[in-house]
């Protein structure tokens, strides 16, 4: 028989599958997100700063005088971010001029100096092949705090080790909305499809369990697909978000298996009786090589979509394209924030 706590793990799934997903109370706030207010920036400058605070690290914002700046996120380590950022900021306000604001996820402008506490030591759900874990990359609320916990699963590719990797950007807009957000890491040698979405299903009971009030399970390509392969179990997540979804390889792979994919996810989705109630989001991508007649892929989910509490289909927009495309800032800046309000709104949209 289960232990009592296996047993009171349960019982909170079950309360969780019961409340449709809600916008619970706003997290107190961290400063690093009232920037633009603490770095007096005109109300024409707050846009910028606002986009910066939704993107990766390293990322780096240099300020200067009469509210000029200057900023850099990604696209190198964390000296060539912090010279970039800087030599932005100086092309408006001249040589010298600029100093640096804000570091990732720190205030370090004198006098107002701020940054985030760690996730507490002991947390992570771990075995011994895989971990389940906060990124400290990202705002740490709590389960007390937070307004839920997002878990993001990453890839796989063949035996290379993904894990560490840092959550696509658009769930900044989450982390930024006083969600936690957690990795899901699997060893390469150890990763099958199956195994690593019976690690998921236990590990989100348990994060339910710990109190988190509103649980999304999200992942790209293999991580997408294990979102998928979770939602048979009642409770386990509010939201489900799927980027990329794959499990199958591609055209060059010997062995490939895509010629079963849309048969195979559709069987997925059919099989999901216990996610009634669970908003599921899903984005495919033009020129993805781990997508089977994507017609037929887009046709298969769209037949499924009464079967969840709401559903949302990105279908190969245009301007993004690719396997990687959820990762980019591109996707970032055009669905992040249509993703959180699906996630949270109570009346979640259709389209974004």
């Not at 850099?72 to 010298?96: I, K, M, S, W, Y």
């Not at 997408?224 to 392969?229: E, Y």
């Amino acid at each position: 028989m289960p232990g009592w706590k296996g047993c009171v793990a349960t019982l909170a799934a079950l309360i969780g599958l019961a409340a449709a997903p809600v916008s619970h109370a706003q997290a107190p706030a961290a400063p690093i997100l009232e920037a633009p207010a603490i770095l007096g920036l005109p109300e024409a400058s707050q846009a910028s700063v606002r986009r910066f605070l939704n993107l990766n690290t390293p990322r780096v914002l240099a300020f200067g005088p009469n509210g000029t700046f200057g900023w850099q996120a990604g696209g190198g380590d964390a000296a060539f971010v912090e010279q970039t950022a800087l030599t932005n900021c100086e092309r408006r306000a001249g040589p010298g001029a600029c100093s640096i604001a804000l570091r990732d996820l720190s205030i370090v402008k004198p006098g107002r100096e701020w940054a985030p506490s760690l996730p507490p030591e002991g947390v992570a759900i771990v075995s011994a092949h895989h971990a389940t874990l906060p990124d400290e990359r990202f705002i740490w609320w709590g389960p007390e705090q937070a307004r839920g916990v997002l878990v993001f699963g990453h890839g796989r590719e063949a035996l290379t080790d993904l894990r560490g990797r840092q959550p696509h950007s658009w769930t900044r807009h989450f982390n930024n909305a006083g969600f936690d957000v957690w990795r899901f890491d699997r060893e390469p040698n150890a990763d099958g499809a199956r195994r690593a979405a019976a690690w998921l299903r236990d590990d989100l009971a348990e994060l339910r369990g710990r109190g988190y009030r509103q649980v999304i399970v999200a992942g790209q390509s293999r991580g997408g697909w294990n979102a998928l392969m979770v939602l048979n179990r009642p409770g386990l997540a509010d939201v489900a978000i799927a980027i990329a979804a794959a499990a199958h390889g591609r055209p060059s792979d010997e062995n490939n298996r895509l010629h079963a994919q849309v048969a195979d996810l559709e069987a997925l989705l059919t099989g999901a009786d216990g996610a009634r109630r669970t908003r599921l989001a899903i984005a495919d991508f033009r020129d993805d090589p781990f997508m089977a007649e994507p017609d037929k892929r887009a046709e298969a989910l769209r037949r499924q979509r009464e079967r969840f509490g709401a559903f949302l289909l990105i279908d190969r927009p245009e301007g993004v394209a690719g396997h990687g495309a959820g990762g980019t800032t591109a996707f970032n800046d055009r669905y992040g924030a249509c993703l959180l309000r699906f996630a949270t709104a109570p009346r979640p949209p259709a389209n974004c």
